[in-house]
C-alpha cells in the first residue's frame, strides 16, 4: 500500500520553519553591516564588541551563579518528591502531593511572576537575587520530580531489595545502590533545571526587582533598545552552547539506557 | 510497628518539596485574590484597607475586548499548531529508527534553544529592512510602506513558531506507540485513505491530541513576551495588561485582578478537559488512555 507523501513533506515545511530564522541570525551575526537583509562582508566586529561590554558578562555571571544554586536546590528537593510519590504512589498525601507538584507546569508563567511578585512585596522581601533563586527553585521542582518520577518508573526495585536482604542498611541501599543506578537520570532532571534557570526571563523579570540583572533581562533591554547586531552575536554564542549541552543530555539518556540495560543482564 | 515507620519515611521524604510548593506557590496564588481586594501604594506597593478599586477598574470595557483578543490570538494560534504538528508527528513516528532519532532531536533542540532568541530572530527578519520584508517587495507581494511587524498576525506566527515544538512531542508519543495495523484493516474494509486518517488515527492518538492542545493554548494565554515585542499598540494580550500594570502604573492590586482573569481562562479549558475525560473514562471502563 503506498503511503501519502503530505506528512513527510509537512515536516520538512516545518523544519525549514524551525531553523530558518535561527540560520538568519547566526549568518547575520558575521555580517559587518549594522542591519541585517544587506550582507556588507564578513567581520567577527559584533563578537569584539560584545567582549568589551562588562554589563553583559556581570548579568552572565549572575545568571550562572543563580543556576547552579537552583539546580542544586531543586534537584535535592525535587529528588525526594519523586522518590516519596513512587514509593507512597497509593496514599492520599501523594495524590495531593502529586498535584501540587503539576499544577506549576500547567500554569503560564506570568500567573507565578505576579503571584510571587505580590507575596515578596506583602511579605516585605527586597527584590533582589534572593528572590530570583527563590522563584527559579519552585519551578524547576516540579521539572526535575516529574523527570526523575520518570526515570524511577522504570527502575527495577527489586535490586535495591536484595542489597538489603544482603545486610545494607536503608541509607546504604539508598547510597550504593539507588542513587549511581539513578545518576543519569539525576543528570538529565539537572540539566532540564540550569537551562530552565538560565533561559527564564518572565518569572526572573517579575521578581527581580532593579538590582539583580539576569543575561535574559539584558538580553530583553538590548532587544527593547534596539542593539541588534550585538544580540546576534550573544545568541549564537548562546546557541551553540544549548546545541552542546542537547548533544551532551542525549549522550547521557543513551549511557543511561545502556546502563540500565547491562543492570538488567547481569 | 513498621506501618509507623513507613509512615515517618513518607512525611520526611514529602515534606520539603510539599512545604516549599506550599509555601512558595500555593500561598502566593491565593494571595493574588486576596491582594486584589487591598488598595495601591503610591510607592508600587499594596496598601491597608479594603477597597473594591481593582473591581470596578476591571470593569472598563478595554480590558473585556483585550481578553477576548487574547482569547482568539490563542485559539488560533492552537489550530495552526495542530494542523502542523499532527502530520509532523505522524511522519516522525513513522520513520525509520536512525531517521526518527535524527528528526526527533532535530525537533527537540528549538524546544531547548532560549525563548527570547527565537523571538528575537523574527523581529530581525520581519523588520523593514530584514530579509523576508525585502523578499516580499521584491516578488511585489506586500507594499513597500506596509509593516510585517507590530500586527495580530506577527503575534500570531510567532506564538506558532515558539510553541510548536511543545504541540509535535506528545502526538509524537502518541504516534509511536498506536497500532498501524488498524489502519491497514480500515483500509481494507474500504475507508479512503484520509478517511482512515479521520477515523481511526485520529481517535487513537486522542490522549496526545488534548496533550498537545492544552500545553500551547495555555502558555498562549498568559503570553506576553512575543506580544510585547513583535506587537504592537493595536495587538496587545492580557500578559501585557498585567506587566504595564506592574511596570508602568506600579499598581499590584489592579495586576492582581488582571490575573485573576487570566487563571479562570485557564481554568476553564482545564476543567473542560477534566470533565470529558472522566466521561470518556465511564464509556470505556479501565482504559484511561482511550484506546479501542
Known sequence: MRRSRFPFIMTGVVLVFFYLPILILVVDSFNSSRFGGAWRGFSLRWYARLFREPAIWESARNTLFIALLVTFASLVLGTTSALALHRFSRSRLQRFHYTLVYTPLVVPEILMGISLLMAFVACGIRLGMLTIILAHVTFCVSYVALTVLGRLQDFDFTIVEAARDLGASSWMAARRVLLPMLAPGLAAAGLIAFTLSVDDFVITFFVAGPGATTLPIRVYSMIKHGATPLINALSTLLLALTFTMVLISQRLSESGALKSRTAEQT | ?292
Not at chain 2, 482568539?72 to 525509520?96: D, E, K, N
Not at chain 2, 513583535?230 to 496587545?236: C, N
Request: net charge positive; hydrophobic share 55%; with cysteine.
Open chain 2, 1 to 292: 510497628m513498621k506501618r509507623h515507620r513507613e509512615r515517618g519515611q513518607e512525611v520526611l521524604l514529602t515534606l520539603p518539596s510539599f512545604l516549599w510548593l506550599a509555601l512558595f506557590f500555593l500561598v502566593p496564588t491565593a494571595l493574588v485574590f486576596v491582594l486584589a481586594l487591598r488598595p495601591a501604594d503610591p510607592f508600587g506597593g499594596i496598601g491597608r484597607g479594603w477597597t473594591l478599586a481593582t473591581i470596578r477598574a476591571l470593569a472598563d470595557p478595554q480590558y473585556l475586548a483585550i481578553a477576548w483578543r487574547t482569547l482568539w490570538v490563542s485559539f488560533t494560534a492552537t489550530a495552526i499548531c495542530m494542523l502542523l504538528a499532527v502530520p509532523t508527528g505522524y511522519a516522525v513516528a513513522r520513520a525509520s529508527a536512525r531517521r526518527r532519532n535524527l528528526l526527533l532531536m532535530l525537533v527537540i533542540v528549538p524546544f531547548w534553544t532560549s525563548f527570547l532568541i527565537r523571538v528575537f530572530a523574527w523581529k530581525s527578519i520581519l523588520h523593514p529592512e530584514g530579509i523576508i520584508k525585502k523578499a516580499l517587495v521584491f516578488l511585489g507581494l506586500v507594499d513597500a510602506n506596509a509593516s510585517l511587524l507590530y500586527n495580530l498576525g506577527a503575534v500570531i506566527l510567532v506564538t506558532v513558531y515558539t510553541f510548536l515544538p511543545f504541540a509535535i512531542l506528545p502526538i509524537f508519543a502518541a504516534a509511536e506507540k498506536f497500532d498501524y495495523r488498524l489502519i491497514e484493516a480500515a483500509r481494507d474494509l474500504g475507508a479512503r485513505p484520509f478517511e482512515a486518517f479521520r477515523r481511526v488515527f485520529l481517535p487513537g492518538v486522542r490522549q496526545g491530541l488534548v496533550t498537545a492542545v492544552l500545553v500551547v493554548f495555555i502558555p498562549a494565554l498568559g503570553s506576553y513576551v512575543v506580544p510585547d515585542i513583535v506587537g504592537g499598540t493595536g495587538s496587545e494580550l492580557l500578559g501585557n495588561k498585567i506587566a504595564q500594570r506592574v511596570f508602568v502604573d506600579r499598581n499590584l492590586p489592579l495586576a492582581g485582578g488582571l490575573s485573576i482573569v487570566l487563571i479562570l481562562a485557564v481554568l476553564a479549558p482545564l476543567l473542560a478537559v477534566l470533565a470529558l475525560q472522566r466521561k470518556a473514562g465511564k464509556a470505556v471502563p479501565g482504559d484511561g488512555q482511550g484506546r479501542p
